[in-house]
Nanobody, 116 residues
Framework: QVQLVESGGGLVQPGGSLRLSCVGS????????MAWYRQAPGKQERDFVA????????DYAPFVEGRFTITRDNGKNTVYLQMNRLQPEDTAVYFC?????????WGQGTQVTVSS
């Protein structure tokens, strides 16, 4: 059974930084393209944020391009999201999953709140 555990969120002021982590169990991340998604307050859908392929090619949503960096450590079965120059509109619950999001279950996510 695939389990995903996201962590690293918190409250940060505009312009600040956070580093999110996603650890998986029951699955070998190394065999999948992985991604981060986010669900903003009041929205039902999750939006794509960033992805990293099995050969570490990366792609980003336009609204985070140049500010966020996705990386992976297959030995630790972990995917990271370094978030810099955070803005209030980045406030959301952040999740990881495959790209596309084909793991049957999602983790609890990690809350990121950007506010002064």
């Amino acid at each position: 059974q695939v389990q995903l555990v996201e962590s690293g969120g918190g409250l940060v002021q505009p312009g600040g930084s956070l580093r999110l982590s996603c650890v998986g169990s029951g699955v070998a991340f190394s065999t999948y393209n992985m991604a981060w998604y986010r669900q903003a307050p009041g929205k039902q859908e999750r939006d794509f944020v960033a992805r990293i392929t099995t050969n570490t090619k990366t792609d980003y949503a336009p609204f985070v391009e140049g500010r966020f960096t996705i990386t992976r450590d297959n030995g630790k079965n972990t995917v990271y999201l370094q978030m810099n120059r955070l803005q209030p509109e980045d406030t959301a619950v952040y999740f990881c999953n495959r790209f596309p999001p084909l793991f049957p279950s999602w983790g609890q996510g990690t809350q990121v709140t950007v506010s002064s």
